[in-house]
């Protein structure tokens, strides 16, 4: 057999396999077993919510799926199951900004690789951060502004400190990158989680904090947290009359989202056939409805898109890790 009918039934023999693994796939979904989509974190917050919430939206074109919280680990525990299941569309989780794009420089070891190992499906949601005081605190300083915050800090060398979840969590990086462009310093301290963090914000523990909007919007309504600066590129719409912090340094944007990966050899039809399915879900006035009432915004995109976002987030996030000096052994 001469070299060149070697290569032709090479070639036919791999699309036979590449047809074969997408015919499986595609029979696996079609065959009536209900969708697993993991959620790399314990029930009850919101990217539990909003999947949730979604699962129930695409049951008329999906089927059953059945949503399985698989936390620890800063949600690598999660994350690694699914880019270990079998590539047949039955099994999908949540990517978010910790699992696939902090973690991968925040860990010593990782047990996936966060570029390879996931297809993306969609982005779901985005949630802006919010510089926030406690309230009764900037009223004694006298800061109503970010530039106030900055001009104390300058005035006044080594006074300021600030909470997060932890180190190398979002408050804490996001800490860093707000330090790093107004040129001042502040104290990071970590505390066991954001709720015990936003508990010493209320308490006057610490003097600001870099929290999630969806959690600190309840006591800045209430008056206990003063509002500075979104960390999102644009003003939300939730917050009207704070501005972004892009505002004061051009292109600060540090945002919270999630969205819907696969493993990595799940074949393009079956991504495409989930990718419709919560694209449309994600569109759904209900959907955005509520949502909102978590004040996360929906953001549906494209497979591509979400692969390129995650990519983007993940060099992002390499220099501000490093700037920060966190690690995980």
Same mark, same amino acid.
């Given at each position: 057999?001469?070299?060149?009918?070697?290569?032709?039934?090479?070639?036919?023999?791999?699309?036979?396999?590449?047809?074969?693994?997408?015919?499986?796939?595609? $029979?696996?979904?079609?065959?009536?077993?209900?969708?697993?989509?993991?959620?790399?974190?314990?029930?009850?917050?919101?990217?539990?919510?909003?999947?949730?919430?979604?699962?129930?939206?695409?049951?008329?074109?999906?089927?059953?799926?059945?949503?399985?919280?698989?936390?620890?680990?800063?949600?690598?525990?999660?994350?690694?199951?699914?880019?270990?299941?079998?590539?047949?569309?039955?099994?999908?989780?949540?990517?978010?900004?910790?699992?696939?794009?902090?973690?991968?420089?925040?860990?010593?070891?990782?047990?996936?690789?966060?570029?390879?190992?996931?297809?993306?499906?969609?982005?779901?949601?985005?949630?802006?951060?919010?510089?926030?005081?406690?309230?009764?605190?900037?009223?004694?300083?006298?800061?109503?502004?970010?530039?106030?915050?900055?001009?104390?800090?300058?005035?006044?060398?080594?006074?300021?400190?600030?909470?997060?979840?932890?180190?190398?969590?979002?408050?804490?990086?996001?800490?860093?990158?707000?330090?790093?462009?107004?040129?001042?310093?502040?104290?990071?301290?970590?505390?066991?989680?954001?709720?015990?963090?936003?508990?010493?914000?209320?308490?006057?523990?610490?003097?600001?904090?870099?929290?999630?909007?969806?959690?600190?919007?309840?006591?800045?309504?209430?008056?206990?947290?003063?509002?500075?600066?979104?960390?999102?590129?644009?003003?939300?719409?939730?917050?009207?009359?704070?501005?972004?912090?892009?505002?004061? $340094?051009?292109?600060?944007?540090?945002?919270?989202?999630?969205?819907?990966?696969?493993?990595?050899?799940?074949?393009?039809?079956?991504?495409?056939?989930?990718?419709?399915?919560?694209?449309?879900?994600?569109?759904?006035?209900?959907?955005?409805?509520?949502?909102?009432?978590?004040?996360?915004?929906?953001?549906?995109?494209?497979?591509?898109? $979400?692969?390129?976002?995650?990519?983007?987030?993940?060099?992002?996030?390499?220099?501000?890790?490093?700037?920060?000096?966190?690690?995980?052994?």
């Amino acid at each position: 057999m001469n070299r060149r009918n070697i290569l032709s039934l090479a070639s036919a023999a791999a699309t036979a396999a590449a047809f074969s693994l997408s015919s499986t796939a595609a $029979f696996a979904q079609d065959s009536g077993q209900p969708i697993r989509l993991v959620v790399p974190y314990a029930p009850g917050g919101p990217i539990d919510v909003t999947a949730r919430a979604l699962a129930e939206r695409v049951r008329d074109s999906l089927g059953t799926v059945i949503i399985e919280n698989k936390g620890g680990a800063g949600g690598n525990i999660g994350a690694d199951y699914v880019a270990k299941a079998a590539p047949d569309g039955l099994t999908i989780g949540i990517a978010a900004t910790a699992t696939h794009a902090v973690n991968p420089w925040l860990y010593a070891r990782m047990p996936y690789d966060a570029g390879k190992d996931f297809a993306g499906i969609t982005q779901m949601v985005r949630v802006p951060n919010v510089l926030v005081m406690n309230a009764a605190k900037a009223e004694q300083l006298k800061i109503n502004t970010v530039a106030d915050l900055i001009a104390y800090a300058k005035a006044n060398p080594a006074k300021l400190n600030y909470g997060s979840g932890g180190n190398g969590s979002a408050g804490h990086l996001a800490g860093e990158m707000f330090k790093q462009k107004a040129g001042i310093y502040a104290l990071h301290i970590p505390y066991r989680g954001a709720n015990p963090a936003q508990l010493a914000l209320l308490a006057g523990e610490v003097d600001f904090n870099i929290d999630n909007l969806a959690a600190a919007a309840p006591n800045i309504r209430a008056g206990k947290l003063k509002a500075l600066a979104v960390t999102s590129l644009d003003a939300s719409p939730s917050l009207p009359g704070v501005p972004p912090l892009s505002a004061s $340094f051009k292109g600060f944007s540090i945002d919270t989202w999630w969205g819907l990966v696969a493993p990595a050899a799940t074949p393009k039809p079956v991504i495409e056939k989930l990718n419709k399915a919560f694209v449309a879900a994600l569109n759904a006035p209900e959907t955005k409805t509520r949502f909102g009432a978590l004040l996360a915004e929906p953001v549906p995109t494209t497979p591509q898109q $979400f692969d390129s976002f995650m990519a983007a987030e993940r060099a992002k996030y390499q220099q501000v890790v490093k700037a920060s000096g966190a690690k995980v052994d």
